[in-house]
């Protein structure tokens, strides 16, 4: 069973930054994907980014160029900074993981175990 947690929401003013921490713990398999996604209010959960364990990563195109996921494989932890932030960032921020190998990367119905989720509010 593996678990994440995140941390290190809050509020910022547009034109800001933030970085995210996603820590897994439990079983965890050295080969797996982790992604994030954030849901604003009255809206369906939309992917982010992600990365694989071997560091290949896709991002949506609404935060390309602006946020940036790495990930310390050794401590299972994932990041997801995120820069020149915008009022529509605004949204509980949640980290997701799989080991499976997904058809279609950006549907969170391809992942399997989810954090708590963290909320992200920029001010304008």
């Known amino acids: 069973q593996v678990q994440l947690l995140e941390s290190g929401g809050g509020l910022v003013q547009a034109g800001g930054s933030l970085r995210l921490s996603c820590a897994a713990s439990?079983?965890?398999?050295?080969?797996?994907?982790m992604g994030w996604f954030r849901q604003a209010p009255g809206k369906e959960r939309e992917f982010v980014g992600n990365?694989?364990?071997?560091?290949?990563?896709y991002y949506a195109d609404s935060v390309k160029g602006r946020f940036k996921i790495a990930r310390d494989n050794a401590e299972n932890t994932m990041y997801l900074q995120m820069n020149s932030l915008k009022p529509e960032d605004t949204a509980v921020y949640y980290c997701?993981?799989?080991?499976?190998?997904?058809?279609?990367?950006?549907?969170?119905?391809?992942?399997?175990?989810w954090g708590q989720g963290t909320q992200v509010t920029v001010s304008s």
């Open positions: 997701a993981y799989t080991v499976r190998v997904p058809k279609r990367e950006v549907d969170v119905r391809e992942y399997d175990v």
């Open positions: 990365m694989w364990s071997d560091g290949s990563n």
């Open positions: 439990g079983r965890t398999f050295s080969t797996n994907l």
